[in-house]
């Protein structure tokens, strides 16, 4: 394993990239290392676009033991910008533990259509508009409106395919 630095503003910029957590979809561990996808030995390439971060044990498994694939590592590098790009840092999340779990079904709490909205917009997630807690507000007007508490969405099954593919390090662009 080549142990020469990466500059530092690159380094810094590839954690950032991943939230200073293991890029792959299903392990998400924190750290503060980062690997050459195209290895530095053959490539001297210490460029943002051939860094990822990983945690130890998934470098150890993908640059010593080759128990992970360097096509799907390439993939888990590609889907972090889009996904970054794409949705918040809630959602992200949300895929992540949806990933690990198979739930189809989840609840949030007030403001969870706002957390959600950009995979509600994809077709990923479905409000299936179930009867939960809400908080009336009304004034001396004749104002009143009642504003759901908790919202229960449904993973459709363009829902889960998708998240399929970001855990499995397919293309989800
Ligand atoms: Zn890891």
């Given at each position: 394993m080549s142990r020469h630095?990466?500059?530092?503003?690159v380094k810094r910029a590839v954690l950032d990239e991943a939230g200073h957590r293991c890029a792959i979809p299903t392990c998400r561990a924190t750290t503060t290392e980062i690997a050459h996808i195209?290895?530095?030995?053959?490539?001297?390439?210490d460029s943002f676009e051939n860094l990822i971060a990983l945690c130890p044990n998934c470098h150890t498994r993908f640059d010593q033991k080759k128990e992970?694939?360097?096509?799907?590592?390439?993939?888990?590098k590609h889907n972090l910008g889009i996904?970054?790009?794409?949705?918040?840092?809630?959602?992200?999340r949300?895929?992540?533990?949806?990933?690990?779990?198979?739930?189809?079904?989840?609840v949030l709490g007030a403001a969870g259509d706002l957390l959600v909205a950009n995979a509600i917009k994809d077709g990923f997630f479905e409000d299936k508009h179930v009867e939960g807690m809400g908080f009336l507000v009304s004034g001396?007007?004749?104002?009143?409106?009642?504003?759901?508490?908790?919202?229960?969405?449904?993973?459709?099954?363009?829902?889960?395919?998708?998240?399929?593919?970001f855990a499995s390090g397919a293309d989800i662009a």
């Open positions: 630095a990466v500059p530092a503003e195209a290895p530095w030995a053959d490539t001297h390439d992970i694939d360097r096509l799907a590592v390439r993939m888990y996904l970054n790009n794409r949705y918040g840092e809630f959602e992200r949300l895929f992540e533990v949806l990933a690990k779990s198979n739930e189809r079904v989840f001396d007007n004749g104002f009143s409106k009642n504003f759901p508490m908790t919202f229960t969405y449904w993973v459709t099954d363009a829902g889960v395919e998708f998240i399929r593919r």
